[in-house]
Antibody, heavy 120, light 110 residues
Framework: QVQLQQSGPGLVKPSQTLSLTCAISGDSVSSNSVAWNWIRQSPSRGLEWLGRTYYRSNWIYDYAVSVRSRITVNPDTSKNQFSLQLNSVTPDDTALYYC??????????WGQGTMVSVSS | QSALTQPPSASGSPGQSVTISCTGASSDVGTYNYVSWYQQHPGKAPKLMIYEVTKRPSGVPDRFSGSKSGNTASLTVSGLQAEDEADYYCCSYAGNIYWVFGGGTKLTVL
């Protein structure tokens, strides 16, 4: 049974970097049949796919256009986890952030969610 | 890309069937058979209920079914039960490595 456990701060100051980690159990971040995604949810934006990474002989990174200039998703094979970094955050980035496993163009396993507020 | 359009609410009595629609565009729902549906209870993470328009993950009751016609996908919940009361979101692959979600439908079991 695959489980995703998120960690990271719930409060980030404007212009700083949001950093979250998603630890994987029951699967491997290096699996060649799934992808590892970040999705956020807010009242103003609803559910929004942000980006993903996956391994197919080499690491692939895909990002939503809306955040492409500010986002990095990185795998950590030594800890079997992956991370989200979102730079230059504003209050508009305040949201509930989820990590999720992607399979068959859907998201079949989700982390518990991390509420991140951007405020000074 | 624009979000997919769902009705804000739907309701039905226990035992009845209810269908939730999800309208997209020819560039997402109309082109790709990669529509998925998620159930979200208050304070919980979304749970995958349907993927690739009609497929159910292991463990999801067969009371849940999906379909698609043109640019509109639908989720039908048959034999409504109290525990089905939740928010439901549709999602479609939209090409160019991008997914778009619906705004959500609050399902109430009367």
């Amino acid at each position: 049974q695959v489980q995703l456990q998120q960690s990271g701060p719930g409060l980030v100051k404007p212009s700083q970097t949001l950093s979250l980690t998603c630890a994987i159990s029951g699967d491997s971040v290096s699996s060649n049949s799934v992808a590892w995604n970040w999705i956020r949810q807010s009242p103003s934006r609803g559910l929004e796919w942000l980006g993903r990474t996956y391994y197919r002989s080499n690491w692939i990174y895909d990002y939503a256009v809306s955040v492409r200039s500010r986002i990095t998703v990185n795998p950590d094979t030594s800890k079997n986890q992956f991370s989200l970094q979102l730079n230059s955050v504003t209050p508009d980035d305040t949201a509930l952030y989820y990590c999720a496993r992607g399979k068959s163009f859907a998201f079949d396993t989700w982390g518990q969610g991390t509420m991140v507020s951007v405020s000074s | 890309q624009s979000a997919l359009t769902q009705p804000p609410s739907a309701s039905g009595s226990p035992g009845q069937s209810v269908t939730i629609s999800c309208t997209g565009a020819s560039s997402d729902v109309g082109t790709y058979n990669y529509v998925s549906w998620y159930q979200q209870h208050p304070g919980k993470a979304p749970k995958l209920m349907i993927y690739e328009v009609t497929k159910r993950p292991s463990g999801v009751p067969d009371r849940f079914s999906g379909s698609k016609s043109g640019n509109t996908a639908s989720l039908t919940v048959s034999g409504l039960q109290a525990e089905d009361e939740a928010d439901y979101y549709c999602c479609s692959y939209a090409g160019n490595i991008y997914w778009v979600f619906g705004g959500g439908t609050k399902l109430t079991v009367l």
